[in-house]
C-alpha cells in the first residue's frame, strides 16, 4: 500500500486537536511555521482586526485543520500556551565529537535527584534529533513561559509564547515519534516552583536606587534565605534554586556581593538538609543564569 504523507500528518494534527492541543502547519519537513508572516498579511478573515500570529491562529476545530493540510503535507505544530501545556525539551550536545558531555535528559534526572524526585513519568515524544519532549498540564493560575537553560544545559521548555513538533512529523534529521502512551502527567509542584516567574520588585523612583536598593536588597536576601533554610523535603532543591535565581539581580546590579549570596544560601540549603555540594551546584548554576540575564537594572534608560 502506497505511504501517503498527507493523510498520516493530517491524522497527526487531528489526534492532537482531538486532546484539545490547538495546532497550526509547519512547512513540509520543517520546524518552522508555515503560516504567513506580518509583513506579507492580507488584514482580512483572522486577520481583519490585526495580524494574527501563528499562537493566535493554531486551532482545534477539525474543519479547519482539513483544510489547512488538504494543501500539502504540513508537519504539525503544537501552540503549547494555549493548549495549557509545559513541555520539557531535553536536548542533545550539537557537537557530537563530545562524548563526555551530558545530554539534557541525563541533567534532568540529576535535578530529579538532588530534589529527592523520580523522573517524571508522561506522554514523552523522541525528537528528530536523539532528543526528547515532555509533555505536562500546565497549573492553572499561574502563566508559565519558555525558558532556556533554566533548569539546566539542555533543558529548555515551552509554554506560552513557544510550541513544540507534534509526533508523526518528520524532518531531514528524522522523525518525530511518541514513546510511550497517551497520558500527560500534571506538572510536579517542584518543578514549577523551579519555572514560576520570578517577583519584580516594585518600580522605585530613580533617584532613590542607591540606598534604598541595596535595602530593598538585604530584605530580600534575609527572606529567601529564611525560605530555604525551613523548606520541606522534596521542596528543598527548588527553594534554593528559585531563592538563587531572585537574588542573582541584586549582584547583578551591584547591590549584593556574590560571596555573600553564596554564603547565605549555602548555610540555609545545608540547614534545610541539602549536602554541600548539592548546594554549590545549584548555586551556581542559578546565579550564572541569573546575573546573565539582569545585566541591566529595570530602572535604568
Not at 512547512?27 to 494574527?52: D, F, I, N, V, Y
Not at 563530545?98 to 539534557?104: F, K, L, V, Y
Not at 529567601?224 to 549582584?251: C, D, I, P, S, W
Request: glycine share 8%; with cysteine.
Amino acid at each position: 500500500m502506497t505511504h501517503d504523507p498527507r493523510s498520516a500528518l493530517l491524522r497527526a494534527a487531528l489526534d492532537a486537536a482531538a486532546r484539545g492541543w490547538h495546532v497550526f502547519p509547519l512547512r513540509p519537513g520543517t520546524k518552522r511555521p508555515a503560516l504567513h508572516g506580518e509583513q506579507a498579511c492580507p488584514r482580512t478573515g483572522e486577520c481583519a482586526s490585526g495580524h494574527a500570529k501563528w499562537e493566535q491562529r493554531a486551532t482545534t476545530d477539525p474543519d479547519r485543520i482539513r483544510t489547512a493540510w488538504s494543501r500539502a503535507p504540513f508537519n504539525v505544530g503544537i501552540a503549547t500556551g494555549p493548549s495549557g501545556l509545559l513541555v520539557i525539551d531535553l536536548d542533545v550536545p550539537k557537537d557530537k565529537s563530545s562524548s563526555d558531555a551530558p545530554c539534557g535528559a541525563t541533567t534532568f534526572a540529576a535535578l530529579c535527584e538532588r530534589a529527592g524526585q523520580a523522573v517524571p513519568t508522561t506522554y514523552r515524544v523522541r525528537t528528530a534529533s536523539g532528543g526528547e519532549h515532555l509533555y505536562f498540564t500546565a497549573p492553572t493560575g499561574v502563566r508559565l513561559s519558555n525558558t532556556a537553560r533554566t533548569i539546566g544545559e539542555l533543558v529548555d521548555t515551552r509554554a506560552w509564547g513557544g510550541y513544540v513538533v507534534a509526533a508523526g512529523s518528520t524532518t531531514p534529521a528524522g522523525p518525530y515519534e511518541a514513546l510511550c502512551g497517551p497520558e500527560v502527567a500534571a506538572l510536579p509542584d517542584w518543578l514549577c516552583d523551579i519555572l514560576r516567574p520570578v517577583p519584580k520588585p516594585s518600580q522605585a523612583p530613580s533617584v532613590a536606587v542607591g540606598g534604598q536598593a541595596r535595602r530593598y536588597a538585604d530584605v530580600a536576601l534575609t527572606a529567601e534565605a529564611r525560605n530555604v533554610a525551613t523548606a520541606q523535603r522534596g521542596a528543598r532543591e527548588a527553594a534554593l534554586f528559585r531563592a538563587a535565581r531572585a537574588l542573582g539581580r541584586f549582584v547583578a546590579w551591584g547591590d549584593l556581593p556574590r560571596h555573600v549570596v553564596e554564603q547565605a544560601l549555602q548555610e540555609a540549603g545545608e540547614t534545610a538538609g541539602l549536602t554541600a555540594a548539592e548546594c554549590r551546584s545549584t548555586l551556581r548554576s542559578a546565579l550564572n543564569w541569573s546575573i546573565t540575564h539582569n545585566t541591566r537594572r529595570r530602572d535604568a534608560a
